[in-house]
């Protein structure tokens, strides 16, 4: 067995070397711990940020639309109060404008807008035109200069500038009562004036002439001007009587005491819905005094019963335009209440069932 000896090759670890190595060791693993949380931490930041940046310009452009949205659907609290003020500014102006009643019959020279509101300044009022020629039923002065309309049974409001409005058709022929031969042989003579609704019935003079105005009824012309102008006489056309006591009209509807004097141009009673006197188109009935028909001259019973009754075959009708005085005022229309239980009824009609 050897023995030991500092000369042998065997060497000793010093103890102390070998806790310094550990400690190294030790030190280095931490450090490659930081380093590596260092590392996780960095690439942990830039994934972050490309995230963030890749989802920023979304985020902004969803911003942005969310408030344009909002300010184009709901108006700021400054812009709501400017509209508001402006509501009222526009309602203050219109209380402005006092009408008085007033009535008359001009013509348009152009195309005119209706206004629900006396006043061009305001943009969506407009609820419809008359047409060149067209007529036009006045019955209100504006304080502003505007005229208030009657526009398809419903109040509108024109221009009163005679740029736009005439007081006469000037197109129009006057009225003539010169009388025909064949003319006397009847004892009436009929006039329908358009412009006014009204038509007059003349009697014999002591010549023998249609020139005494015995009776007034008001009418209504057909619209657009589709009751022709002219003189013609009553009498069958092709192939339909003159005269029929109820008969079925144009839209499908019903005429009582219908009288033809143009063709397809009667006179009648306003119409019916059905062949049933009480089943009156009071609506329409309610038009009487303005254009309402399809061309027809529409009548109360008892004014349509007349003629029926008292102008034969032969009888001139004279159809005219004219706003000069007539020599027998306008009768005034009946009015029928609708929420009247009888107003399925021409409260004229001489008929004993009439509840009227």
Same mark, same amino acid.
């Given at each position: 067995?050897?023995?030991?000896?500092? /000369?042998?090759?065997?060497?000793? *670890? =010093?103890?102390?070397?070998?806790?310094?190595?550990? #400690?190294? *060791? =030790?030190?280095?693993?931490?450090?490659?711990?930081?380093?590596?949380?260092?590392?996780?931490?960095?690439?942990?930041?830039?994934?972050?940020?490309?995230?963030? $940046?890749?989802?920023?310009?979304?985020?902004?452009?969803?911003?942005?639309?969310?408030?344009?949205?909002?300010?184009?659907?709901?108006? @700021?609290?400054?812009?709501? #109060?400017?509209?508001?003020?402006?509501?009222?500014?526009?309602?203050?102006?219109?209380?402005?404008?006092?009408?008085?009643?007033?009535?008359?019959?001009?013509?348009?020279?152009?195309?005119?807008?209706?206004?629900?509101?006396?006043?061009?300044?305001?943009?969506?009022?407009? &609820?419809?035109?008359?047409?060149?020629?067209?007529?036009?039923?006045?019955?209100? $002065?504006?304080?502003?200069?505007? !005229? *208030?309309?009657?526009?398809?049974?419903?109040?509108?409001?024109?221009?009163? =500038?005679?740029?736009?409005?005439?007081?006469? %058709?000037?197109? +129009?022929?006057?009225?003539?009562?010169?009388?025909?031969?064949?003319?006397?042989?009847?004892?009436?003579? &009929?006039?329908? %004036?358009?412009?006014?609704?009204?038509?007059?019935?003349?009697?014999?003079?002591?010549?023998? %002439?249609?020139?005494?105005?015995?009776?007034?009824?008001?009418?209504?012309?057909?619209? %657009?001007?589709?009751?022709?102008?002219?003189?013609?006489?009553?009498?069958?056309?092709?192939?339909?009587?003159?005269?029929?006591?109820? *008969?079925? !009209?144009?839209?499908?509807?019903?005429?009582?005491?219908?009288?033809?004097?143009?063709?397809?141009?009667?006179?009648?009673?306003?119409?019916?819905? @059905?062949?049933?006197?009480?089943?009156? #188109?009071?609506?329409?009935? /309610?038009? !009487?005094?303005?254009?309402?028909?399809?061309?027809?001259?529409?009548?109360?019973?008892?004014? +349509?019963?007349?003629?029926?009754?008292?102008?034969?075959?032969?009888?001139?009708?004279?159809?005219?335009?004219?706003?000069?005085?007539?020599?027998?005022? $306008?009768?005034?229309?009946?009015? &029928?209440?609708?929420?009247?239980?009888?107003?399925?009824?021409?409260?004229?009609?001489?008929?004993?069932?009439?509840?009227?």
């Amino acid at each position: 067995m050897k023995q030991y000896s500092p /000369n042998n090759n065997y060497s000793v *670890r =010093n103890p102390q070397n070998k806790q310094h190595q550990k #400690e190294k *060791r =030790n030190f280095l693993i931490i450090v490659a711990c930081l380093l590596a949380i260092l590392v996780i931490a960095g690439v942990a930041m830039l994934i972050k940020h490309s995230n963030d $940046k890749k989802n920023a310009q979304p985020v902004d452009n969803t911003v942005s639309q969310t408030v344009a949205e909002t300010v184009s659907d709901e108006p @700021t609290s400054e812009e709501a #109060e400017t509209e508001e003020a402006s509501t009222e500014s526009t309602t203050a102006k219109a209380l402005e404008f006092e009408v008085t009643d007033y009535s008359a019959t001009m013509y348009a020279n152009e195309e005119l807008n209706v206004r629900s509101s006396p006043d061009a300044s305001v943009s969506d009022n407009i &609820i419809g035109k008359f047409e060149k020629d067209d007529e036009v039923t006045v019955t209100g $002065k504006c304080s502003n200069g505007w !005229l *208030r309309v009657d526009y398809k049974g419903k109040a509108g409001y024109c221009s009163g =500038n005679t740029k736009y409005l005439r007081s006469e %058709n000037e197109t +129009a022929a006057a009225p003539q009562n010169t009388n025909t031969d064949t003319n006397k042989k009847s004892p009436y003579y &009929i006039t329908v %004036n358009r412009t006014q609704n009204l038509v007059i019935i003349y009697g014999k003079d002591d010549s023998g %002439n249609h020139t005494k105005p015995i009776k007034a009824m008001v009418c209504s012309v057909g619209l %657009n001007g589709k009751t022709e102008l002219g003189t013609f006489q009553i009498g069958p056309s092709g192939g339909k009587p003159a005269k029929d006591p109820f *008969r079925l !009209l144009s839209g499908g509807v019903y005429g009582q005491y219908t009288t033809r004097f143009n063709g397809s141009i009667l006179f009648h009673s306003v119409p019916y819905f @059905t062949k049933d006197k009480g089943n009156l #188109e009071y609506d329409e009935y /309610n038009k !009487l005094g303005q254009a309402a028909s399809l061309g027809c001259v529409r009548l109360c019973v008892a004014d +349509a019963k007349w003629i029926y009754d008292n102008c034969p075959e032969g009888t001139t009708v004279k159809v005219y335009d004219s706003s000069a005085a007539e020599p027998l005022a $306008k009768p005034t229309p009946i009015r &029928i209440d609708t929420n009247d239980s009888r107003k399925g009824w021409d409260p004229t009609d001489p008929d004993p069932n009439n509840p009227w």
